[in-house]
């Protein structure tokens, strides 16, 4: 009887300590790995990167900003960092027009970019063109510098693969902004975010199969500028080992890309006069967003499953939510070439696109506006892409 008895019990006994095994902290090295991003380094990197101003593009403020992340990525040990030269000219004024305020409180059903669709209140959404609406004497100094068309520049740093240098995925964000105020959350946060990645996995204890670059363009807010450039560029050069026989692919082949554009403000839907909660909601989630139009839709959507299934893996605080509208970031001149991604703090059509966000491009776009509830969202997409990043370009401690 006794015997009978014990062997279910072992059976279970066996079988819970093999789902402890597989989740235990102390069994999964990417596990080990996606702990070595914390809140507190993260913040310190918005808060280094808003000590530039808004680094509104064609501005010195700009152009320190970019010497200051590239002495970062070194320090971390991401130390081949490269730099993408272009043009910059502004359309003829009244060129591109349709950047009208969107009026408050316009309730119901309407369509939203990338494909989305607007539903329920609606806050207001424009872009802060006044210098003079910035209330901080010392930041309106900061950013008074206008910007002059001509060259430009960003930078990039790459994790050789060990096994498989001619293939690579791209973890991106875009460093510079608008607004007047410090680009704290748009797009210091997703800047921190590629940064904080860049120095986890450059640790000399780390080895990835295959390559991964950490980008960090300019002139996303001007029209995707930069990362336009750098496809222009480069996509004719993936794969092409050089100089022939050297080991060395200057620009492997693109497995994946994924953007990372405002990961921190999660407050919820506006209410009914247009005003927003001052606190990030208990539902915050990581959007994660593909686009169904794009030629790589069906691998891009593989991809983002992969990423929320990282999320629940690897992510402390926020689950993660899949969608299908990606639109306006650095992602979209990639996604008819590869499979490519943006994660955000909210979905960008129907949300951000319906005034969620009132940060947006404004003067309160500043680190002292955001609490801890919003630097852990931004946290809890580093930890997302990492452990997805880690997982797919074989990652492994020594
Ligand atoms: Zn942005």
């Known amino acids: 009887m006794s ?16 789902i402890q095994a597989q989740d235990g902290v102390a069994d999964d090295p990417l596990k080990k790995i996606v702990a070595r991003l914390d809140l507190q380094r993260y913040k310190e990197t918005i808060r280094g990167l808003t000590k530039f ?33 272009y043009e910059y000219q502004p359309p003829p004024p009244g060129g591109r027009g349709g950047a009208g305020r969107g009026g408050a409180g316009r309730g119901g059903r309407g369509s939203a970019r990338g494909g989305a669709v607007l539903r329920g209140e609606r806050g207001p959404t424009a872009v802060n063109n006044d210098a003079d609406l910035q209330p901080d004497t010392r930041l309106r100094e900061l950013n008074s510098q206008p910007s002059t068309p001509g060259p430009r520049e960003e930078v990039f740093c790459t994790k050789i693969g060990a ?3 001619e293939e690579m995925y791209i973890v991106g964000a875009h ?14 946060s997703g800047t921190a975010l590629v940064m904080e990645l860049a120095r986890v996995l450059s640790s000399p204890d780390v080895t990835t199969e295959r390559s991964i670059r950490f980008a960090l363009w300019n002139n996303e807010e001007t029209g995707l500028n930069g990362a336009r450039a750098y496809v222009e ?13 050297s080991g060395k692919y200057p620009e492997p082949k693109w497995l994946g890309m994924i953007q990372h554009d405002m990961m921190m403000f999660d407050h919820g839907m ?12 208990p539902e915050a989630d990581v959007n994660i967003e593909f686009q169904s139009r794009s030629k790589f839709a069906a691998q891009a959507a593989e991809l983002a499953w992969i990423f929320h299934a990282a999320n ?8 993660a939510a899949v969608g299908n509208h990606m639109t306006n970031t650095d992602s979209d001149p990639f996604m008819d070439l590869v499979p490519a991604l943006s994660l955000r703090e909210l979905e960008r059509g129907s949300q951000i696109g319906a005034g969620w966000d009132p940060t947006h491009h404004q003067p309160i776009d500043v680190f002292s506006h955001f609490s801890d509830g919003d630097f852990r969202l931004g946290l809890n997409a580093a930890q997302t892409t990492l452990g997805a990043v880690a997982q797919l370009a074989g990652a492994k401690l020594k």
């Open 3 to 18: 015997t009978k008895m014990l062997l279910p019990m072992a059976a279970i006994v066996l079988a819970a300590s093999s």
């Open 233 to 245: 560029q480069r996509k004719d050069r993936q794969g092409k080992e050089d100089p022939p026989g």
């Open 175 to 188: 460093m510079d902004g608008i607004g007047y105020g410090e680009a704290a959350n748009d797009d210091g």
């Open 163 to 165: 096994t498989h240098p």
């Open 270 to 281: 506006p209410n009914r006069d247009g005003t927003v909660s001052e606190h990030q909601r």
């Open 53 to 85: 101003g808004d680094r509104r593009q064609g501005t010195d403020r700009n152009r320190a900003a970019i010497d200051w992340i590239e002495a970062q990525l070194k320090s971390y040990g991401c130390t081949n960092t490269e730099r993408i030269h």
């Open 312 to 319: 629940e893996k690897y992510a402390t605080d926020y689950p």
